[in-house]
């Protein structure tokens, strides 16, 4: 007989086994997959998982991939521990984008030096926004968070689809639903030549740095932990739930809200319908590999650009269909937050029934 | 059951090996949909798998589906050229700017784009004359409608479904005097939920005959369940709706995929701004419904050759607009410039444009 037992203590060795345990079960079931569809298991984990990050370009590109997931992640990981169940970072990436997209459209005949900054600070503020009306909606009326930020998320891709259809369509763009091309003023510089990288990529890359700093350096941080961990206490202690839960929903929101103008003064260069394909649900997923930690979160979304330019590879370099790719990624990430169960609970065998 | 995969993988790379040694035209495809979307994407997949079956081992095609248009399509389609494809095909109008972009750093590889209108000494592009198979569509439906009141799912406001509403109205007016069309728009490509909803919502004003300008069968799904009629979107779905499927206007790829190929092989390759229609094969009539009165099949058959011959084109002035303006002057067929910009309703459409 199995049966599951919680852990008095988290166990230090599954900490350090599980993610190990997990991708040797993804090797295993991925080569199984991939043997399955006629082609080479080795050859399709290489692609997938090592081709990413096998020349400059990708790497890059990577990181390219990383920045928006990374942002996103960070704020969402300083949300959860402090129990604010906030779903909403795809909304507030999408706003952060039209604020910030529109602020571009505005400087689109400037040529100043402070257009970049207006613009990335009117992305931030946008994002700010969009997490501060679910915020104020639970503090005051005790509504449901994840309800509200998802209806948030909507609310958002509609407000830009609109946009995009209407006020800040290109007047020369023959109708198309997408913003005229941001001017040189607006956009982000690139780090390196021959490649996309950009200033973006180093602010997420703080932003990861910062949060580790608030969340293990401050008192504010200090709060936020006991706060998530035991909340009657943190009460009992006089903390201020109100004032943590207003501040990590809206740190959350201004990265969100970086991470969508990033994208579309960075690497697409306009507003588009589908300036998302979706960074702010993965980064749910990034953040819980980074077992909500700021620093691990850093680690998680590289993995995550990884599987995700592995995927496209795969299908150019070796044909594999995006739905098997798909299994794979979700095979990897089902086993990678399976096994972290271990960490605090572990399974008894015995003989005996139980009384 | 290692042995076995090395063994394969050293058959395949010998197989490789002799291939390369005709040194095969290597082609590239990016989708924005799946390939079993039953529509947009799997149409031009059909065309690649067409041009595979017209050359054999002389061509060697790559595809990349369900790509968002965001910042992944610059990665996907630079990817593909840095793959050593020698054309690239990108099938979808958000991948505009990204293949402008790739196609200025990639000077040797060819590009073309569909829908788009951005040319670049390597940049093409091509359109179907969709408009042509919506005008038949029209004919069809003012003829079988008995409320005198047809339906159109718009996708998006963009001027090639402009174009095909006003289309598809002229040729059930030109039947039918007291023919009404009501138009919803589902602002999406494919969304077989949205798509729903809209024939319902449709039907539900009286309308009997549907047309679409989504990629979904589920409006004709929804007018099989109410015994009404519906004309399928770019590929055949008469499957869907046995009963109430009047015919598809079918997208084929494959007869512009061989000539640019074989343009490309033959040295002659040249960017340019490409219309195909009836004319051109990559318009068909697909499963014209036996349940249809003699009249209504001979009537589609004369529209259906008058257009493939040449004899009649749709947009011929004098045509007014709903606003009381002359749209097309007598004596007039526009242009293919003048029909990229149509941003007006015939007159009859009892609509407004949403801007």
Redesign the interface.
Known sequence: MIRIQARTEPSSLMKVASPLLAILLTLIFGGILFSAIGKSPSQALHVLLIAPLADSYNIGEMFVKMGPLLLCAVGLSLCYRANMWNIGAEGQLLAGALGGSAMALYFIDSDSALALPITLLAGIASGMIWAAVPTFLKLRFNSNLILTTIMFNYIALYLLIWAVHGPLRDPQGFGFPESAMFTDATLLPTLFENSRIHLGIVFAILSGIIGWFILSKTHLGFQIRVFGADEPAARYAGFNSKKLSWFVMLFAGSLAGLAGVSETIGPIGQLVPNVSPGYGYSAIIVAYLGRLHPLGAIIAAVFMAVIYMGGDLAQIEMGIPVAVVSMFQGILLFFLLACDFFINNRLSFSNQATN | ?KLK?LL??LG?LAGAAAVQAEEPLKV?FIYVG???DLGWSYEHDMGRKGLEEYFGDKVKT???????????A???I???A??GNDLIFTTS??FM?PTVKVAK?FPNVKFEHATG?KLDKNLGTYVLRTYEGRYISGVAAGMMTKTNTIGYIGS????EV?RDINAAYMGAKSVNPDVKMKIVWA?TWYDPGKETDAANALMDQGVDVMLQHTDSPAPLIAAEKRGLRAIGQASDQSKFAPEAHIFSVRDDWTPYYVKRVQAVMDGTWKAQDFWGGFQDDMLTLASINPNLPADVRAKIDATHDAIKSGAFKPFTGPIKDNKGNIAVPADHSLTDVEL??V?WYVEGITDEI??
């Not at chain 2, 998006?156 to 001027?159: C, E, M, V």
């Open positions: 059951m995969s394969v993988s395949l590239g799946p390939v079993g790559t595809f990349v589906e369900n790509v968002p248009e965001g910042a992944d610059e990665r996907v630079t990817q593909l840095k793959a109008f958000g700017n750093r209108y998006f406001p963009i001027p402009i602002n990229a910009q941003n949403p801007r």
